[in-house]
């Protein structure tokens, strides 16, 4: 027996969205981010899959860990870096690359005999105030970190934007020329040939798609491979991208109701008129948003009707007017190729990251791939 609630994850399209960040950032190298199981998408599958990819970027050092172990022979970045002696031995035993973004880190770094032992990511902080060093420490951790005997190769630079996907909020352009002027003081400093070997780093998906001053030697695309839009205004397709996961399940019955009727949890929904209810199998207990809002659209036989009622864990209440003759085991499409994911997402207030990123163990996965 298997769980109606089934993800199918289109392999194909996850190359043609790769396809899409070279035309974007065709000089750049691509460091796919396969972060919290690749977006939901399935990390080992992702990484497999995108074996082409110049690197793979993660948030934590066990994901990192985990990609080695399943023989991934990329180069592997690990955006948050180490936070503690266990971790910088891991990053270490499994060759990982890190980031460097605080004086505690560095002291570790220091603290460590190893000759050339770990390449790495200085990161500057232009105005996000997350992770980085700020503008005025940035000099010194770059020297200090020169004089590390653990570092191997240049000191490779980065940042983060944190308003791209907002695209007339001129904060992206002033963290782009806050990291390009850091950069040339620190230069102003070095020798040509630090200059010549170390790589930059800003863009995420928003940066690829919308700000292309944000384009240098790496971009990190992220949501943009899984074949959504970083942008409230548009969905995927507008940047001809793909949808890599499409999420569906079954109606398990169909009943009538009466004027007045309530349906769900709290009676949230009471019938206005006579209406065909379609009891979905599919709920917050699989990763579909408990907040998605009456009228979020559900397609059933491909045809389009509104949800009903509040969201339970394991189902879900449709109107099924325009659908009267739809019956138990008519198949049922959540989000995916005909349902952008953007539009699910908006009705719940929510972004789409938090919808696949959100799928839970128990919706079977299933691999689509024209390719072996
Ligand atoms: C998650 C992340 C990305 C990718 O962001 P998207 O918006 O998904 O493209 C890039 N860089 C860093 C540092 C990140 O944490």
Redesign the pocket.
């Known amino acids: 027996m298997t769980s109606p609630a089934y993800a199918v994850i289109n392999l194909d399209a996850l190359r043609h969205n790769l396809q899409i960040v070279r035309k974007f950032a065709p000089n750049a190298k691509i460091?796919p981010?396969i972060?919290a199981n690749a977006?939901g998408h399935g990390m080992f599958r992702v990484a497999s899959a995108l074996q082409s990819a110049d690197a793979f970027?993660v948030?934590r050092v066990d994901e990192g860990v985990r990609l080695r172990k399943a023989g991934i022979t990329n180069i592997i970045t690990v955006?948050?870096g180490f936070s503690c002696v266990n971790e910088l031995e891991a990053i270490l035993a499994y060759q990982l690359d890190t980031?460097v973004h605080s004086f505690t880190q560095l002291s570790m770094f220091e603290a460590r005999p190893e000759l050339n032992a770990c390449s790495i990511w200085l990161?500057l902080d232009t105005g996000m105030n997350r992770?980085g060093f700020k503008a005025e420490e940035f000099i010194t951790a770059f020297q200090r970190l020169k004089h590390c005997s653990l570092i191997k190769g240049p000191i490779n630079l980065?940042t983060?934007l944190a308003n791209?996907?907002i695209t007339q909020d001129t904060t992206t352009l002033k963290q782009i020329a806050l990291f390009n002027d850091t950069i040339t003081t620190l230069f102003a400093d070095q020798t040509i040939e630090s200059k010549v070997s170390c790589a930059c780093?800003i863009?995420?998906?928003?940066?690829?798609l919308a700000w292309p001053i944000s384009l240098t030697d790496w971009v990190?695309?992220?949501?943009?491979?899984?074949g959504i839009s970083?942008f409230p205004e548009n969905t995927g397709e507008y940047w001809q991208l793909k949808p890599v996961m499409g999420l569906h399940s079954r109606l398990i019955a169909v009943k009538p109701l009466l004027k007045g009727d309530k349906v769900g949890y709290s009676g949230t929904w009471t019938c206005t008129k006579p209406t065909q209810l379609g009891i979905v199998a599919i709920g917050y207990g699989d990763g579909y948003p408990r907040h998605a809002k009456a009228g979020t659209p559900v397609l059933v036989n491909g045809q389009r009707v509104p949800l009903i009622g509040r969201v339970s864990m394991d189902m879900i209440t449709v109107d099924l007017e325009s659908q009267p003759m739809a019956m138990p085991g008519d198949s049922v499409t959540l989000w995916g190729n005909d349902l952008a994911i953007e539009e699910i997402a908006q009705c719940a207030d929510t972004i789409p990251?938090t919808l696949v990123c959100g799928i839970t163990q128990r919706v079977r996965i299933i691999e689509h791939s024209s390719t072996i």
């Open positions: 460091m981010v972060k977006y970027a948030a955006l948050e980031v990161k992770l980065m983060h791209a996907d780093s863009a995420n998906s928003a940066g690829i990190r695309p992220g949501i943009m491979l899984y970083p990251y």
